[in-house]
């Protein structure tokens, strides 16, 4: 088991060709043990627009750092892209390694949307978890990220305050 915040991924380039990637059209080889450098990234060919992009993985599976029971959830990552986009089949394999993975629900959300972050450097980003039930109690841990100095830190800080 791992803490959430401890956790570093490696720098991973940015393809400029599809031919580049390594996760797409290739077999899938499932890390069993949090895999931050499976994520690949690909150039935004609409930088001069700006756009959300968002992915629902609801079939999110982690396990709980005390009992080692399996937790549900689905996650949610939308963003707004800058020059870096993270290529999506690298995204299902690497929220594919949390399956082994003992960590709380909010160091999860955290984790990945920080890594994305590291990943991408994207204008705004925002994860959820919605998980479960477990013991009659649901968590759904919200995390955001708007480029400081710019219009999407204030957006960030409107999306924090409002959210439910």
């Known amino acids: 088991m791992q803490n959430g915040s401890k956790k570093q991924g490696k720098k991973n380039n ?9 996760a797409l059209g290739h ?8 895999a931050p450098e499976v994520l690949e ?7 001069d627009n700006d756009y959300w992009v968002r992915f629902n993985c609801p079939e999110f599976t982690t396990l709980c750092p005390i009992t080692g029971q399996p937790d549900f959830a689905e996650i949610r990552i939308s ?5 870096k986009m993270v290529e999506s089949k690298s995204l299902k394999l690497y929220l594919f390694s949390f399956r082994s993975n003992g960590d ?3 160091d999860v959300v955290n984790t990945i949307m920080k890594d994305l972050v590291k990943l991408m450097d994207p204008k705004y980003i925002e994860v959820t978890g919605f998980f479960t039930p477990r013991g009659g109690i649901s968590i ?10 710019t219009k999407w830190a204030e957006l960030a800080e409107e999306r924090f305050a409002m959210h439910e």
């Open 41 to 47: 990234t690909f150039e935004n060919q609409h930088k």
């Open 14 to 22: 940015m393809a400029r060709d599809p031919k580049e990637l390594k």
């Open 27 to 34: 077999e899938s080889v499932y890390s069993q043990k949090y």
């Open 140 to 149: 759904y841990p919200y995390a955001n990220y708007g480029r400081p100095g």
């Open 79 to 83: 963003y707004v892209p800058d020059v």
């Open 104 to 106: 709380f629900h909010e």
